[in-house]
C-alpha cells in the first residue's frame, strides 16, 4: 500500500481525534452553561464557572484543527460540509461567539450580571443544538452527484438532525453536571448529583433511540455493521457502552465517588463516536465520498502532516499542563477573575 493509501487514513485519525478532544473538553463547559438556569443563586452560578474559567479558552483549538485539517486534507469534503450545513455551521460559530463574549463580560459587569449569565446560557444551548444538528445531518447523509452537493439550503433539517440536535445538548449537560461533581464540594456538588441522575437516563434514552433510528437512514451506515462477520469484531463498541451506562449509574448513585461519574461519561461519548466512524467508514462523507475520493494531493497532505508532528504535540502538552495545574476541587469563594 502506498503513500495516496496511508495518508488519507491518517488524516481521517488526526480529524476525527481533533472533534473527540474537543467534543469532550469543550462538552462540559458548553454543559455548564446549558446546566446554568438551574444555579440557585448568581453566588452559585460564579462557582460553576469559576471551575472551567482557567482552561476553557484552549477547547476551541481542538475544533479549529479538526476544521483546518479537514480543508487541507480533504478540501472537496469540506466544500461539501460547507456548501450543505452552511447555516448550522454559521449559528454555532456565532453562537460560540456570543457564548465566549458572555462568559468574560459576566466576571466584569455590574449592573448588566444576570443579562450575561443568560446570554452564557443561551450560548452554549445553541452551540450545542447545532452541533448535534451538524451531526446529524452528516450521520443521515448528503444528496451528491458526481462528487458535488445537489441539495438544497435547508436538506439538513429533518426530523432525525433535531433528535440528534436535542441528544447532543443533553449529553453535554451530562458532561457539565459530572464536571461539577468532580470539581466542588458542598451544596454545589449535591446540586449537581441531583441533576446528574436524571440525565443518565435521558441521555442513555437518547442514545439507543438514535441507535436505533440508524438503520433506517438512507445513508445506511449501519450496514457494515451486519456484513459478513463485522458484527463478531464490532460487538464490543455496543455492549461497552452499555455497561460503561450501567457503571455511570452507579457511580452517580454512590455518595463520594467523584473522579468516576466524570471519567465514565467521558468514556460514553468516546464509544458512542467510535460507533459511529465505524458505521461511516471508510466515507467522509455519508453515503459514498470516501477519504480516498476527497483526499488532497499526497504532497499537499505530506506538507500539511510535518506542521502537524510539531504542533500536536505541542497542544497536547499545553492541554495536559493547564489541567494538572488547576486540577482539585474549587471552592466557592475561588475565582480566577
Not at 443579562?115 to 445553541?126: E, K, R
Not at 433535531?162 to 449537560?173: I, S
Not at 468516576?260 to 458512542?272: E, I, N
Not at 460507533?275 to 483526499?295: D, Q, S, Y
Request: glycine share 10%.
Amino acid at each position: 500500500m502506498t503513500m495516496e493509501y496511508w495518508l488519507p487514513v491518517i488524516w481521517f485519525g488526526v480529524i476525527g481525534f481533533g472533534v473527540l478532544m474537543y467534543v469532550l473538553l469543550d462538552g462540559f463547559v458548553l454543559g455548564l452553561g446549558i446546566l446554568a438556569p438551574f444555579a440557585e443563586d448568581e453566588g452559585q452560578l460564579d462557582h460553576m464557572m469559576n471551575t472551567a474559567a482557567p482552561i476553557w479558552d484552549g477547547n476551541e483549538t481542538w475544533l479549529v484543527l479538526g476544521g483546518a485539517g479537514l480543508l487541507a486534507a480533504f478540501p472537496r469534503a469540506y466544500a461539501i460540509v460547507l456548501s450543505a450545513l452552511y447555516l448550522p455551521v454559521l449559528v454555532m460559530l456565532i453562537a460560540l461567539v456570543f457564548r465566549g463574549v458572555a462568559f468574560e463580560f459576566r466576571f466584569k459587569a455590574k449592573r448588566a450580571k444576570r443579562f450575561w449569565g443568560g446570554a452564557f446560557a443561551v450560548g452554549s444551548m445553541v452551540t450545542a443544538f447545532s452541533q448535534g444538528v451538524i451531526l446529524g445531518a452528516l450521520v443521515e447523509g448528503m444528496p451528491l452527484q458526481e462528487g458535488k452537493y445537489v441539495g438544497g439550503a435547508f436538506d439538513w433539517f429533518s426530523p432525525f438532525s433535531m433528535l440528534t440536535g436535542v441528544a447532543v445538548l443533553f449529553g453535554y449537560a451530562l458532561l457539565g453536571s459530572t464536571w461539577l461533581i468532580l470539581k466542588t464540594e458542598g451544596r454545589m456538588q449535591l446540586v449537581a448529583r441531583t441533576l446528574t441522575r436524571p440525565l443518565v437516563l435521558v441521555v442513555v434514552a437518547f442514545m439507543g433511540l438514535v441507535s436505533a433510528w440508524l438503520p433506517f437512514l438512507d445513508s445506511r451506515i449501519m450496514d457494515r455493521w451486519f456484513e459478513g462477520a463485522n458484527f463478531l469484531w464490532l460487538a464490543p463498541v455496543p455492549l461497552a457502552a452499555l455497561v460503561n451506562a450501567f457503571l455511570l449509574w452507579r457511580a452517580v448513585m454512590a455518595e463520594g465517588r467523584d473522579a468516576a461519574p466524570f471519567l465514565l461519561s467521558l468514556l460514553f461519548f468516546a464509544l458512542g463516536f467510535a460507533g459511529l466512524v465505524l458505521g461511516i467508514w471508510p466515507n467522509i462523507v455519508p453515503p459514498a465520498l470516501t477519504i480516498w475520493e476527497a483526499a488532497s494531493p499526497p504532497s499537499s497532505q505530506g506538507f500539511v502532516l510535518v506542521g502537524l508532528v510539531v504542533l500536536l504535540p505541542a497542544i497536547l502538552g499545553y492541554t495536559a499542563w493547564s489541567y494538572s495545574v488547576f486540577k482539585g476541587k474549587i471552592a466557592a469563594d475561588v475565582g480566577y477573575h
